[in-house]
């Protein structure tokens, strides 16, 4: 069973702050997404990256992934109250079969 | 648009009863996902399914069975439930390109069930 694990679990940071979240695992993956999950809905795809040291940019957001594909970040710059919610890193495991390991989550609260 | 659809969104069960929870989607995706999720963690793969007719385990599978009669729909039938099956439950889907094995997952908006 593949592993992923994020830190930090729990941020809570003022309005304009910049922070980072990560992502680590001891395996290799095909592709790693970050998702964002607000209170009684179900997660919602951020980004997807494929290719080892990849950097995306999502408005605030900029997500990397690792030149070695076993681990990812994510830098929110400025955050903002709209940001809070809990963010998830997903692995997608190579071979045939999509199958996706998700890691164990970062509660992020931004307060105004 | 639809997109994933589950039913029941809340659901009490007593100790020992059965029930299932239901999963459609209208996007025609090949694969299909059942996750569940405790207070303060990530999600854990309970089965998955890669087609109408194709099933196989995940990471936490048991006391649970599902089936995959069609490509829309993706029921997981709880047996003989247990408190430890107390949780946020979430049926995903998604569309695999051809060559590819990326790609997004659309989730429905959960089904908590609590057993007492």
């Known amino acids: 069973t593949q592993l992923l694990e994020q830190s930090p679990q729990f941020l809570s940071i003022q309005e304009g702050e910049n922070l980072t979240v990560y992502c680590n695992s001891s395996?290799?993956?095909?592709?790693l997404q970050w998702y964002r999950q607000e209170p009684g809905e179900g997660p919602v795809l951020l980004v997807t990256v494929v290719t080892g040291g990849e950097v995306k940019k999502l408005k605030r957001l900029t997500f990397q992934f690792g030149d070695a594909r076993k681990d990812s970040s994510l830098h929110i710059t400025a955050a903002q109250p709209g940001d809070t919610g809990l963010y998830l890193c997903a692995g997608a495991t190579p071979g045939g079969y999509q199958k996706v390991t998700f890691g164990t989550g970062t509660k992020l609260q931004v307060i105004p | 648009n639809a997109g994933v659809t589950q039913t029941p969104k809340f659901r009490i069960l007593k100790i020992g009863q059965s029930m299932t929870l239901q999963c459609t989607q209208d996007?025609?995706?090949?694969?299909m996902y059942w996750y569940r999720q405790d207070p303060g963690m990530g999600l854990k793969l309970i089965y998955y399914s890669v087609g109408a007719g194709i099933t196989d385990k995940g990471e936490v599978p048991n006391g649970y069975n599902v089936s995959r009669s069609t490509t829309e729909d993706f029921p997981l039938r709880l047996e003989l439930a247990a408190p430890s099956q107390t949780s946020v439950y979430f049926c995903?889907?998604?569309?695999?390109?051809?060559?590819?094995?990326?790609?997004?997952?659309?989730f429905g908006e959960g089904s908590r069930l609590t057993v007492l």
């Open positions: 996007m025609n995706h090949n694969y």
């Open positions: 995903a889907s998604s569309y695999t390109p051809a060559g590819r094995n990326t790609g997004e997952l659309f």
């Open positions: 395996s290799v993956f095909s592709s």
